[in-house]
């Protein structure tokens, strides 16, 4: 169930008016009150003697008694709608519900003769509307702070109370959705986005670059935004606000939007409490392998969700997001769009209400900067290599969040996930066709040792995985990682040990390149095995065992 409480409104009867309407497509049937303050208020949907302007009179004659005191916007208006696969729930249900709600929100406390006056409309199967004035019997106004938190809270019971189906919920770290006019406006010019989803996407990308606030504001000067810093009277910086270029309002002027309007991580304060002195330009200087060095660190990031303390893994996923905040900068032109996707379906997974240890995350963060200051690879088994890695911390991120009860930030890094699943498969048609190629080479003898190798480690899979077209490439893999000195068995399992192998398409693909991550295999200089072939048949490894 949702509740969608309104902007308090100064007129009962325009709210009654609408209650009681056909609707704005006729899509009111039998508009009927079902339930009440005191259970005799006028119905004018199924009482012939009642009039909307009776109702008015009844829900209004505290505010007329209060006179000045009354708020001028006394209106308190909800709507509770419940899910489609919701069953049909009955008048009396809805009046239960509609009394639990007004309880928790302080409206109409359980048990106090003074409440405010409300009634609860039903017009259609799945919703109910409430409406009340704010003026108490004793002609004050109700405590009724946070009435969306406490009526969410208590929908929560009542879903699982009465069976409904389960809505996830957040916890207020969503970033702000574009207003109706912001949509329209984009769409009367034409643009793909809102000027607050373009400036969340720019700062967000600005902030995984910069290593200082200053470097930050220079980065998002850089990038066609207009940049005002706000400052207390002592010169330090107090926050900023962010506008589009050529975004104008109707008297010409620029359209700002706060850094905390765009999302709450965003903020100045959140800004500077990461970019921490810790992170001077110098430390993240260009270095050999960033790729690497991040794939690695992403690497790890399952395992730290699982045994660090809520702070640590939430700086994680913090860096997490800014990983694939940086990645479409770097990324050939045909896999950005899948992946700027993936980047603002995990925007939301990236935050909670879990205060972030961000210095545990430094090595992560400190490799995203560094692999925007450098050329990217040539070649496609780097970028494969982090794609793999992202996945598996995505779907870590997932886990994480679903066991802190985070349901919105879950669902967020599973549609993140499905992306960066598509950009894998993307990613590795070129560079598993090269590692592929190599197999092909490898001596009758040689697979044969990778096959017993990968028996050993894998056995309930392994002969799924033998008679896969990626075989030869993990083969020619596992020679490369025991020529690198590594244990090919110990490595395979440490490997396999994800389970998010049960969703691959090619077990043989997955355990490729986790394989070149975790044994550090150079990439251009792979070596392609000749050893001296076994003088057995010619058949493939999966025959020759049943052979013998």
């Known amino acids: 169930m949702i509740a969608n409480i309104v902007k308090p409104g100064r007129k009962t009867r325009g709210v009654l008016n609408y209650l009681y309407g056909p609707g704005r497509a006729n899509e009111h049937a039998d508009p009927h009150l079902v339930a009440s303050f005191d259970g005799f208020a006028p119905d004018p949907g199924r009482d012939p003697d009642a009039t909307l302007a009776q109702l008015t009179a009844v829900l209004d004659l505290r505010v007329m008694q209060a006179g000045e005191r009354a708020p001028k916007e006394h209106v308190w208006h909800c709507s509770i709608r419940a899910a489609p696969e919701d069953r049909l729930l009955s008048d009396e ?24 006056r409300w009634i609860a409309v039903r017009h259609a199967n799945d919703h109910i509307h409430i409406v009340a004035t704010k003026v108490r019997g004793d002609l004050r106004p109700p405590r009724n702070w946070n009435d969306y938190l406490h009526a969410d809270n208590e929908l929560v019971a009542i879903e699982k109370e ?11 770290t969503a970033a702000k959705r574009s207003t109706r006019a912001e949509q329209e406006k984009a769409h ?74 765009l999302a709450p991580d965003l903020s100045y304060p959140k800004i500077s409490e990461r970019l921490t002195p ?51 900068l770097r990324a050939p032109a045909d896999l950005r769009p899948q992946l700027m996707r993936a980047a603002t379906a995990f925007e939301h997974a990236g935050r909670s209400r879990i205060r972030a240890h961000h210095q545990q995350a430094r090595a992560t963060r400190s490799a995203v900067k560094a692999i925007l200051r450098e050329p990217a690879p040539k070649d496609g088994a780097a970028l494969a290599i982090l794609l793999d890695a992202l996945v598996l911390a995505v779907i870590a991120a997932r886990h994480w969040h679903q066991t802190h009860h985070h349901d919105q930030q879950a669902e967020a890094a599973r549609q993140a996930a499905e992306h960066l699943r598509a950009a894998y498969r993307a990613a590795t048609v070129q ?63 440490q490997a396999a040990r994800h389970r998010e192998l049960d969703t691959a398409t090619s077990y043989s693909e997955v355990l490729t390149w986790r394989l070149n991550r975790l044994a550090n295999l150079p990439q251009h200089t792979q070596p392609i095995a000749t050893e001296p072939p076994s003088p057995a048949r010619a058949v493939r490894p999966t025959q020759q065992r049943r052979t013998r």
């Open 162 to 172: 009465y069976g409904l189906h389960q809505v996830p919920r957040g916890d207020r």
């Open 188 to 261: 009367r010019t034409g643009r793909p986005q809102t000027a607050r989803e373009r400036l969340r996407i720019t700062a967000r990308t600005a902030l995984a670059a910069a290593t200082t606030p200053q470097e930050f504001f220079t980065v998002l000067g850089g990038s066609g935004v207009l940049v005002e810093i706000q400052r207390f009277p002592s010169g330090d910086i107090r926050g900023y606000k962010i506008a589009l270029d050529g975004d104008t309002n109707k008297d010409g002027q620029p359209v700002w939007f706060a850094g905390s309007t």
């Open 278 to 328: 810790e992170e001077a330009p110098s430390a993240i200087s260009p270095q050999p392998d960033a790729w690497r060095r991040l794939a690695q660190a992403t690497d790890r990031v399952p395992d730290l969700l699982a045994c660090g303390d809520d702070g640590t893994g939430q700086a994680h996923i913090a860096a997490l997001a800014e990983t694939l905040d940086a990645l479409p």
């Open 93 to 116: 249900e809805w009046a239960t519900i509609a009394r639990r709600v007004l309880n928790a929100t302080g409206i109409a406390p359980a048990g106090d003769p003074d409440v405010c």
């Open 431 to 493: 560079p598993i066709a090269v590692i592929h190629q190599r197999g092909r080479h490898l001596g009758l003898y040689l697979q044969e040792q990778q096959a017993a190798v990968t028996r050993q480690a894998l056995p309930d899979v392994a002969e799924q995985i033998l008679a896969e077209p990626g075989w030869p490439a993990l083969a020619a893999t596992l020679v490369a990682t025991k020529k690198a000195g590594h244990d090919p068995a110990a490595l395979l399992t």
